[in-house]
């Protein structure tokens, strides 16, 4: 991953999905129930200099939505953390971007649970009348 750009993370293997909303060949989540959801992401780096910084970013739909940085680290490795409350609707789709500052690239450490990426549905929206049921 170059230095100084987020970039998109890649997630091309789940652990489990339920409810198939997770797309691992476009590393997006695309909810099938409408509702606010959860997102949480780690994204920790290998192989970094010491005294960099990184960030992890949810994109909503191809727009910035949250981010958030973390000081130095040490010099074996480095990550962040991200988790927020993202209101979705069925159609919606959000990713998960990392930047960091060593001023060369570096590698993200695949694999949970050094990276991971997780979706978790918190409260539904119902588009019924009142006097249904979702």
């Known amino acids: 991953m170059p230095g100084g750009v987020f970039t998109k993370i890649n997630f091309n293997v789940t652990s489990f999905n339920v409810g198939g909303?997770?797309?691992t060949s476009s590393s997006q989540f695309a909810p099938t129930t409408a509702g606010y959801y959860s997102i949480s992401s780690v994204?920790?780096?290998t192989g970094n200099p010491g005294g960099s910084n990184t960030g992890v970013a949810i994109y909503k739909n191809g727009s910035l939505y949250s981010e958030t940085f973390n000081c130095p680290g040490t010099p074996a490795s480095i990550g962040s953390f991200i988790n927020d409350i993202v209101p979705l609707d069925v159609?919606?789709?959000v990713e998960i971007f990392a930047v960091q500052s060593t001023g060369g690239a570096l590698n993200a450490d695949a694999g949970a649970p050094n990276t991971f990426?997780?979706?978790t549905l918190l409260y539904q929206i119902c588009t019924v009348p009142p006097s249904a049921t979702c």
């Open 21 to 23: 909303g997770f797309n």
């Open 43 to 45: 994204v920790m780096f």
């Open 91 to 93: 159609g919606d789709y």
């Open 117 to 119: 990426f997780a979706g």
